[in-house]
């Protein structure tokens, strides 16, 4: 039987190293967008990674588990850090993140590339290559060759080892339906990266996306080779809307969306969905970088943005997530910049002003209306 869902609550996992000082910001702007906007959505905290191997030997708790089942987002911060490397792959924080997929059944993780005029000098590319370019990656997550049968051992006189690349049209089916219903909302146009001139797998791909787009005729489906769509990337990447790809595939591409289109992958956010109104999670896509934690020096904009996402993906508040997003971006506009975002003649302010300072515009942007 499948768990009911509170439609107003969303759990706060604030996870480990730079973790909590993010998402504490994340949520003092989400807690002060609730507030202007009446939104009927309430908060609650919970402990999963590192944090809760220390505290309870498990790195997801089942009475967190059992409240990410009942809510209708998951807002988490980074897991992981040095003490915690000599524990087996199921004991790892990280195993909390991709526990939580399995368990939720969420499958398609959305990662959006709107370089920030700001931040132009900061991406290595040109900036007449950046300008106007608004992208959604979306990655299948839950299959592929990262969860395919593996073997590794003796053969002959050396060692092979093999990973299968392995999907269903049902799985490929369900993240096909995610990408065109997410384009039929913005420039309705799905581009799919593959390898179909050497893998069955990306002929399933193909096979599946066609079918399905026949439910969308309205929208347009391209078909790219993945080699050809990292070039594509960093040559013209406004000609993208929604890309959609095979876990690894995607995995790939996101590290080039990352590092190429936004300067840095501090300020992106990323979205991973299932089916209809079950939960969803959402946060950013850095790591712990635990050598600066405690510091007031982390970016928090990746974590505030994924809380725009959520309101945007979970509850259906699109108007309060705009609002957060144009408020960061007019916070980069005015020269702020945490430590990692620095470029001559900004200001670097700590993660706490940063928040503080999101904050303002939020209230300012409201206010005047």
């Not at 191997?53 to 897991?79: K, M, N, W, Y």
């Not at 002929?203 to 399905?212: A, G, S």
Request: hydrophobic share 45%.
């Amino acid at each position: 039987m499948t768990e009911a869902v509170n439609a107003n609550r969303v759990v706060v996992l604030p996870g480990d190293g730079i973790g909590p000082e993010i998402i504490g910001e994340a949520v003092k702007v989400l807690q002060e967008t609730i507030r202007i906007f009446g939104l009927k959505i309430e908060l609650q905290e919970k402990v999963a990674g590192g944090a809760a191997l220390d505290s309870t030997g498990e790195p997801l708790p089942a009475d967190t588990l059992q409240a990410c089942r009942s809510a209708r987002a998951v807002l988490h911060g980074t897991f992981g850090g040095p003490q915690w490397e000599d524990y087996p792959l199921n004991k790892k924080p990280l195993s909390a993140l991709l526990t939580l997929r399995k368990e939720l059944d969420v499958y398609a993780n959305l990662r959006r590339a709107r370089p920030f005029p700001a931040m132009l000098e900061k991406a290595p590319l040109k900036k007449e290559l950046l300008e106007g370019v608004d992208l959604m990656l979306i990655r299948e997550v839950t299959s592929g060759i990262y969860f395919g049968p593996k073997e590794s051992g003796a053969f002959g006189r050396g060692i092979k080892a093999s990973d299968t690349m392995l999907y269903s049209d049902f799985e490929i089916e369900r993240v096909a339906r995610q990408a065109f219903a997410i384009s039929r909302s913005r420039r309705g146009k799905v581009t799919c990266v593959d390898k179909a001139n050497v893998l069955e797998c990306s002929r399933l791909w193909r096979k599946v996306m066609r079918d399905v787009h026949r439910d969308f005729p309205e929208m347009e489906l391209n078909f790219m080779y993945v080699d050809d769509c990292a070039l594509q990337l960093v040559l013209n990447p406004r000609q993208f809307d929604v890309i959609i790809a095979s876990n690894i595939f995607g995995d790939i591409l996101s590290n080039v969306v990352s590092g190429a289109l936004v300067g840095s992958v501090g300020v992106l956010p990323s979205a991973t969905l299932g089916e209809g109104s079950r939960t969803s999670l959402f946060g950013p896509i850095h790591g712990p970088v635990n050598e600066i934690a405690g510091q007031n020096l982390a970016n928090p904009l990746g974590a505030i943005l994924s809380t725009a996402l959520m309101l945007e993906f979970a509850f259906g508040e699109g108007k309060p997530a705009t609002v957060i997003e144009n408020a960061v971006e007019m916070v980069l506009e005015d020269g702020y910049r945490s430590a990692e975002l620095m470029v001559p003649g900004a200001r670097q302010v700590g993660t706490s002003e940063m928040g503080d300072l999101v904050v303002e515009k939020i209230r300012a942007m409201t206010a005047a209306k």
